[in-house]
Nanobody, 123 residues
Framework: QVQLVESGGGSVQAGGSLRLSCAAS?????MSWFRQAPGKEREGIAS????????YYIDSVKGRFTISRDNAKNTLYLQMSSLKPEDTAMYYC???????????????????WGQGTQVTVSS
């Protein structure tokens, strides 16, 4: 069983930046960031394969967010820039078991989840 612990959330003004981190207790496969705003469904926003050579972003964050991972530290990152009020949400780190290198935006395919970290962007 792998445990995920997120950190780095907070409140920021529009146009600002935040960096989220997710520390895993062991090796994992694909890792992703999901977010869920009040009254909305959870959505996958960025994914990265174990090798780090392949990433995926939804259109609304492309060019503003960067996902990366440090496998030596079992840590996932999300650098968020040019933040907008619509980015306000609870952000979750998710991971597939080490057996699965492929990524998906379907939350049901992720075995491990963090507790979430709140990101609030004010206008």
């Amino acid at each position: 069983q792998v445990q995920l612990v997120e950190s780095g959330g907070g409140s920021v003004q529009a146009g600002g930046s935040l960096r989220l981190s997710c520390a895993a207790s062991g090796s994992t496969g694909c890792m992703s960031w999901f977010r869920q705003a009040p009254g909305k469904e959870r959505e996958g926003i960025a994914s990265i394969r174990p090798s780090g050579d392949s990433t995926y972003y939804i259109d609304s964050v492309k060019g503003r967010f960067t996902i990366s991972r440090d496998n030596a530290k079992n840590t996932l990152y999300l650098q968020m820039s040019s933040l907008k009020p619509e980015d306000t949400a609870m952000y979750y780190c998710a991971a597939r078991s080490a057996y699965w290198s492929g990524c998906s935006d379907s939350s049901s395919l992720y075995q491990y989840w963090g507790q979430g970290t709140q990101v609030t962007v004010s206008s």
